[in-house]
């Protein structure tokens, strides 16, 4: 889907066992590229999108994609919205779900210090190979070379929707155009897949986006940064000095 993916495994396990983990990490990812990449005419999202795979034919992950975006559709009062482009494009949410699932087989396979980092949407459990909890740098949205914020904890999800590298590419699906007043929206939760689509929700409505994300009461957290340089966080946000 045109990112880059990382895994750090930080558990004391056989370098044989390390190794399959991580190659079972990249097999998942590759099959979730080859099922729901918008890029591939052949994918599965792209030709159900056509009309060539029927509801009651298609797989069980599309199944789940498609009931999650539509949950997310109502719970962002419709600034999450997988056809915004006028055709079917669950990208802001699957590339979240699908980090948080390696990182759930990882958990259950016993590597319960890990990192899975997809393009900046980055699910941390346990502790790093220092001993001490994750450190999740924040891009500055002005600045490839530099953050903005660091996080740390032992079990995040942290999800970064911005226009700093593709351009204005979320739309406000209310007026069919760019959205516009946030550079940057970073939200903080235990599931990635939730926390990308509220990104990319929040970032949709422009600047309201910041009074939507102030009112969630589910355990998020975020931080923003404003077209004009402004920044704000909530107060529960794992920011370190």
């Not at 080859?34 to 999202?45: G, L, N, P």
């Not at 590597?111 to 001490?132: P, Y």
């Not at 340089?229 to 920011?239: F, K, N």
Request: aromatic share 8%; with cysteine; net charge negative.
């Amino acid at each position: 889907m045109g990112t880059a993916i990382t895994v750090d495994l930080t558990d004391d396990l056989p370098p044989t066992t390390l190794h399959e983990l991580a190659d079972e990490v990249f097999a998942w990812m590759r099959e979730v590229d080859a099922r729901f990449s918008t890029y591939r005419a052949d994918s599965e999202v792209s030709r159900f999108d056509r009309g060539e795979v029927l509801l009651s034919e298609a797989s069980a992950e599309l199944r789940f994609v498609l009931e999650a975006c539509a949950d997310l559709w109502g719970a962002t009062d419709g600034f999450f919205d997988a056809y915004a482009t006028g055709r079917l494009d669950p990208s802001g949410f699957v590339k979240g779900w699908a980090a948080q699932v390696a990182s759930d087989r990882l958990l259950a396979a016993g590597a319960a210090n890990h990192c899975v980092n997809a393009g900046g949407d980055v699910r941390v459990r346990g502790f790093s190979s220092a001993g001490a909890p994750w450190r999740v740098g924040i891009r500055h949205p002005w600045d490839a070379m530099a953050t903005c914020l660091v996080l740390t904890g032992t079990d995040l999800a942290v999800a970064t929707s911005g226009v700093y590298e593709r351009g204005r590419h979320v739309l406000d699906p209310r007026r069919g155009a760019p959205a516009s007043g946030l550079r940057s929206v970073t939200v903080v939760g235990t599931d990635l897949g939730v926390a990308d689509a509220y990104a990319t929700a929040a970032l949709a409505m422009g600047a309201t986006g910041l009074g939507w994300l102030n009112g969630l009461d589910d355990g998020h957290t975020h931080a923003v940064v404003t077209d004009d340089a402004r920044q704000y966080h909530s107060a529960g946000l794992p920011v370190t000095d």
